[in-house]
């Protein structure tokens, strides 16, 4: 256990309704619900001359987060007129506290499940993929992230590249998960929750695993990680047609692929065959982004084809005759050594450099992904029809 407190002030003893008020403003940084939701309060003591005493339970010993939960929650108290002190005191759940806590996140279901595969749900799940790797797609996902977030999304990360994981780095997270029973919390970063084998993993050790323990993974990504109510969820797949793209689909039926290229034939012929895909798993693909589309000139305002051009437009028009469906190019990235930077300090562009070129072209792909409206298309109903007859 441990105490805190704060130094005096002045005011009538408040009243303990008022005490509780204020810790209901108080989110757990993890689940991002109010503490007293939660049952984390154990106990609010008032004495005669305003001081304070608050205690809280912590969901797991060594709680991360203990020192952020502790500092808010004496700020929040502190606030409240006539306290004069605010002494925080942390204890920890228990093991039965700790099961109501998991069943309560899951809505009263003991039974894992993905929810964003469960009738009802309006989370837009994007399925990001490539044909080849180096395509820039990694950066594209956390970009688009980190922009919906800035647009005020709730908007989640599974970094579902098992082998090439790079998302936590991109992204700026350097949190680690913290497990509640069988429930898994991620980890924050610029306003996204984000998951990542790498998070699991000692330093930078190799993943070596076959397909069924890779769909295991994110079968786990899915229904074990508390996702909350999220609008948007974007997984970064590996490239290609592999095991996790044929997983996906299975596990999340209503995802629909965003396909990610660069403007020469090669890349575009190869991520015309990964968006294919959606033709034998029923899904939809909401459009084509073109990555590394040009590099402008310093020194004139031309753009330099570096990779050529039309390879995003190529990939478009060739999933249309596919599928049979309109496949729009929903915008092309410039070059951009800003982007790159922004990567490799886990700062997005799209944050640091909003107005830069690279920057406000994935700022409109975000946009138009974050402020599409959900229809019934591809929205199961959970209804059975009945004959009347």
């Not at 769909?215 to 999220?230: K, P, S, T």
Request: contains cysteine; hydrophobic residues 40%; negative net charge.
């Amino acid at each position: 256990m441990a105490t805190e407190t704060t130094g005096p002030q002045h005011g009538a003893a408040p009243a303990e309704e008022a005490v509780r008020d204020a810790l209901a403003t108080v989110n757990d940084p993890e689940i991002h619900r109010p503490i007293t939701e939660l049952g984390m309060v154990k106990s609010v003591e008032i004495a005669p001359d305003g001081a304070v005493a608050v205690a809280v339970y912590l969901t797991v010993a060594g709680c991360p987060m203990r020192d952020t939960i502790t500092s808010t929650v004496r700020e929040a108290v502190a606030r409240v007129p006539g306290v004069t002190d605010v002494s925080v005191e942390l204890d920890v759940m228990s093991d039965e506290q700790r099961k109501e806590l998991a069943s309560s996140l899951r809505g009263g279901q003991t039974e894992r499940e993905v929810p964003f595969a469960k009738p009802g749900s309006l989370t837009r799940v994007y399925a990001v993929a490539s044909g080849k790797g180096g395509v820039g797609k990694s950066s594209v996902t956390v970009n688009l992230a980190a922009a919906m977030a800035a647009d005020g999304l709730k908007v989640g990360v599974v970094d579902a590249d098992i082998y090439g994981h790079s998302v936590p780095r991109m992204l700026g997270a350097s949190g680690r998960p913290t497990q509640v029973e069988n429930m898994i919390m991620p980890p924050s970063a610029h306003g996204v929750k984000v998951i990542s084998i790498g998070m699991f993993t000692p330093g930078n050790a190799p993943v070596v695993w076959r397909g069924p323990m890779l769909h295991r993974a994110l079968q786990q990504f899915l229904a074990d990680v508390f996702w909350g109510d999220l609008d948007v969820l974007l997984l970064d797949l590996p490239p290609g047609t592999g095991d996790i793209a044929i997983s996906v689909a299975q596990l999340v039926p209503n995802a629909e692929i965003l396909v990610v290229t660069t403007p020469q034939q090669a890349a575009a012929e190869v991520a015309e065959r990964a968006g294919s895909i959606a033709v034998q798993t029923h899904q939809k693909i909401v459009g084509v982004v073109e990555n590394m589309s040009g590099l402008p000139c310093p020194h004139c305002d031309e753009m330099v084809d570096v990779f050529g051009t039309g390879g995003g437009q190529t990939v478009a028009d060739g999933l249309t005759r596919t599928t049979g469906a309109t496949v729009p190019v929903l915008g092309a990235i410039p070059i951009d050594v800003r982007l790159r930077e922004g990567g490799d300090e886990g700062k997005p562009v799209v944050l640091t450099d909003p107005e830069s070129p690279a920057g406000a072209a994935l700022r409109s792909i975000a946009g138009k992904l974050g402020g599409r409206q959900r229809g019934l298309a591809g929205l199961s109903l959970g209804i059975t029809p009945r004959n009347k007859f």
